[in-house]
C-alpha cells in the first residue's frame, strides 16, 4: 500500500530501525533516533543495490518519489543511478573548488611561463595586482555561478574611484581568466563578452617626456646637480643615453654587459617583445658604467636596492627623483627619456626610421620585415648611439651648434646630406625630413 505524508509524519522510533514500504523500490528508514531516511532499493548488473535520498521531513514523499523516478529512467538506460549520483557529487565538489581566485591563481601562472607570450616580470605584477582588486567581490564564488551582473558590479567599483582605465583593464583580465576557463572546460561561455562599453572610457595620456633641445639640456644639467643617498642619480645619467624602458634599467645585471665589444644585452624574458635587444654603448655610457661598477662592483644587479643587494631598485624610484628634481608627472618621466631620444633623432633626419626603431626595441607586425630588419641596421645604430651621446653633451653645455654630416667612426658608417634628405651607403634607403 502506497505511504501517505500522514503515515510518515505519525510514524514513531522503535527499539530498532525499521522500513516503511511505498511503491517501486522506494522506502522510508525509521531510526531508533527517530530520523527519517528515503532510500531506494534496485537491481543493477543483477546485484542488488540501495540508494539514498535524503532525510524527511526535509525531503518530502512527492519529492522521494520524484528522484526515485529519475533513477528508474536511468535503470532504464543502462545507467546505475548511485554511479550517477556519486559522480554529481564529485562534480559539484570540483565546481565549488573552482572560484574565480583558483583559476585566476592559475591562469597567472600560466601566463608567467608561456613560452613567448610569457607576461613580463614588471607585467604579471600588475596584472596580478589588478585581479586582486576582485577578490572580494567575485573572488570566493564559483566561477560557473557568476553572471555579467556580478562582473559589471565589480568593476564599477573600481571605476567609483576614479581609476577609470584600472578598470577598464581588470575587465579585460577578468575576460581572459573566463575564456581560460572556458578552454579547460569548467565554464561554458565568458560572462564579460557583453560587457563591452559598458564602463567609462578613459582619456588616453602619455607619458611625460621632454622633447625641446634647450629643455633637455636643462633636465641633464639638473640630474647632473642631484645627489642622492642610493644609486638612482646614476641611473637617470645613464637613461638618455641608452633610452631603454625603466623597467628595463632598474633590472639591468652586469652579467649582461660586454664591455669590451660595447654592448648591452638585455635578455628576452626582460623585454616587452620577449625577444633579446642589443643595445650598443657610447664613449659616455662605457665611463658612466665604470663609475657604477666602482660603487656597487662589478656583480647582481648595477641598480640594488638599498634593502638588499638581491632586488633592484623599485619600480618608482626614478620617477620619485625626478620629482624631487621639480619635474611634475606631465613634464617628465623616466619613461619620457626613450620619447626623447625617439622625437630629436627623428627631428635630426640623420638617421633611418628603421634604425630609431631598432633602439627602441619596438616590434615589426611584418614577420618577413622584422626577420631581415634583426641585424641589417647595427652598424647603423652603434653609429646614431656615438652621435646620440656627443649631441647630449652638447645640450648638456648649452652649445646649439648643429652636429657635423661627416660622422667617421669604428664601423666606417658615414651618412650622406642631400637637401634635406638622407641616403645611406650602407643601408639603402631615403627619408625626407619632417617622417617622424
Known sequence: MPLTDISVRHAKPRDKSYKMADMLGLYIQVLPSGGKLWKMKYRFDGREKKLSFGEYPRMSLREARRLRDDARNSLSKGTDPAYEKKRERLRAKVLAEDTFSAIKKEYCNKRRRDGDKAWAPATAVRCEYLLSLLDNSIGKMPIHEIEPIDVLAAVRKIEAKGKLESARRTLQLAGAVFRYA??????????????????????????????????????????????????????????????????????????????????????????????????????????????????TGP??????????????????????????????????????????????????????????????????????????????????????????????????????????????????????????????????????????
Open 182 to 295: 572556458v578552454a579547460t572546460a569548467r565554464l561554458k561561455s565568458d560572462p564579460t563578452r557583453d560587457l563591452r562599453g559598458a564602463l567609462i572610457n578613459p582619456t588616453v595620456t602619455h607619458y611625460g617626456a621632454i622633447t625641446d633641445a634647450t629643455k633637455v639640456g636643462a633636465l641633464l644639467r639638473a640630474i647632473d646637480g642631484y645627489k642622492s643617498q642610493s644609486i638612482t642619480d646614476w641611473a637617470l645619467k645613464l637613461a638618455p643615453h641608452v633610452f631603454v624602458r625603466p623597467g628595463e634599467l632598474r633590472t639591468a645585471q652586469w652579467e649582461e654587459f660586454d664591455l669590451e665589444a660595447r654592448v648591452w644585452t638585455i635578455p628576452a624574458e626582460k623585454m616587452k617583445m620577449r625577444k633579446p635587444h642589443h643595445v650598443p654603448l657610447s664613449r659616455q655610457s662605457l665611463a658612466i658604467l665604470e663609475e657604477i661598477r666602482s660603487i
Open 299 to 436: 656583480w647582481s644587479y648595477l641598480f640594488p636596492s638599498l634593502s638588499s643587494r638581491k632586488r633592484p631598485m623599485s619600480d618608482n624610484t626614478m620617477n620619485s627623483a625626478l620629482r624631487r628634481m621639480g619635474y611634475a608627472s606631465n613634464e617628465m618621466t623616466a619613461h619620457g627619456f626613450r620619447a626623447m631620444a625617439s622625437t630629436l633623432l627623428n627631428e635630426s633626419c640623420k638617421w633611418s626610421y628603421d634604425a630609431i626603431e631598432r633602439a627602441l626595441a619596438h616590434g615589426d607586425n611584418n614577420r618577413v620585415r622584422a626577420a631581415y630588419h634583426r641585424g641589417a641596421h647595427w652598424d647603423e645604430r652603434v653609429a646614431m648611439a656615438q652621435w646620440w651621446s656627443d649631441y647630449l653633451d652638447d645640450l648638456r653645455s648649452n652649445v646649439s651648434r648643429e652636429r657635423e654630416a661627416s660622422l667617421p667612426n669604428s664601423t666606417g658608417f658615414r651618412p650622406q646630406i642631400e637637401e634635406g634628405n638622407v641616403v645611406s651607403h650602407n643601408f639603402g634607403w631615403r627619408r625626407s625630413r619632417g617622417r617622424r
